[in-house]
């Protein structure tokens, strides 16, 4: 099921969808952590550790964040 879908199906509000939307394209994001060993170097254990970027929902009182999580996952 889409999130398009979800709109349709009047289970997200339009504004909740964009929501979902730029907090799974926050989620896509990897980046390459600057772990430095005794040398200096950038890496551990020979590769640089990656990590994903997050996504704050700080939208008020009943907003739908339930619901927007809940799209997310």
């Given at each position: 099921?889409s999130?398009?879908?979800?709109?349709q199906?009047?289970?997200?509000?339009p504004?909740?969808?964009?929501?979902?939307?730029?907090?799974?394209?926050?989620?896509?994001?990897?980046?390459?952590?600057?772990?430095?060993?005794t040398?200096?170097?950038?890496?551990?254990?020979g590769?640089?550790q990656?990590?994903?970027?997050?996504?704050?929902?700080?939208d008020g009182?009943?907003?739908g964040k339930?619901?927007?999580?809940?799209?997310?996952?």
């Amino acid at each position: 099921m889409s999130i398009l879908d979800l709109v349709q199906q009047r289970k997200l509000s339009p504004l909740q969808a964009e929501g979902v939307t730029l907090a799974i394209r926050r989620f896509n994001r990897v980046f390459l952590l600057p772990n430095h060993d005794t040398d200096g170097n950038a890496t551990v254990g020979g590769q640089r550790q990656r990590q994903r970027a997050g996504f704050f929902l700080g939208d008020g009182a009943g907003i739908g964040k339930g619901r927007q999580i809940s799209a997310i996952l």
